[in-house]
């Protein structure tokens, strides 16, 4: 398994985490928040979507992000940020999309993400994300999103624990 096989498959792990954290979720669960400072399970899902589109999309593949290019921060009636450094009135003002619809924004970054992957070349993942700023390469953007994206659903499994009182034990299948 080579570098880009790796992480290829922690995001469809986590992405296998995801779904089992989202099971039988209602609109109400994802919105609740433990206290009035804290992001809810919605606001975590649309921040880890729009990072990950951010950097693969825009930062890797110098695209317009799918956020923008595909309408969905119209859909969702979310700013144009991504939630990074958010007070507590901004937490407390954000418009909670619809659970469906938060994951269909997901689900899109996800699939652009696996199609850039897919053609990703070793040699590639060497080169520096931006020549006139070293010193990131493509692997070290792909290492700390793998991390970042992970992390996020770690919070996510543990809002729906506080929640209902069941989290998720055992790795999903992907």
Known sequence: MDAREMVIASLKQSRGYLNRALEGLTQEDVTWKPGEHCNSIAFILWHVARVE?????????????????????????????????????????????????LRGYADAVR???????????????????????????????????????????????????LRSGSVTTEAPQY
């Open 111 to 161: 699939q652009s993400t696996l199609a850039y992957l897919e053609q990703l070349t070793p040699e590639k993942m060497l080169e520096l994300v931006r020549p006139d700023r070293p010193p990131d390469t493509i692997g070290q953007v792909l290492i700390r999103i793998s991390t970042e994206i992970a992390l996020h659903m770690g919070q996510i499994d543990y809002l729906r624990g």
């Open 53 to 101: 589109d951010y950097f693969f999309t825009r930062v890797l593949q110098r695209k317009t992000a799918l956020y923008e290019a595909d309408g969905w921060m119209e859909k969702l009636g979310t700013p144009p940020d991504s939630g990074y450094g958010y007070t507590v009135e901004q937490l407390n003002s954000w418009p909670v999309p619809k659970l469906e619809d």
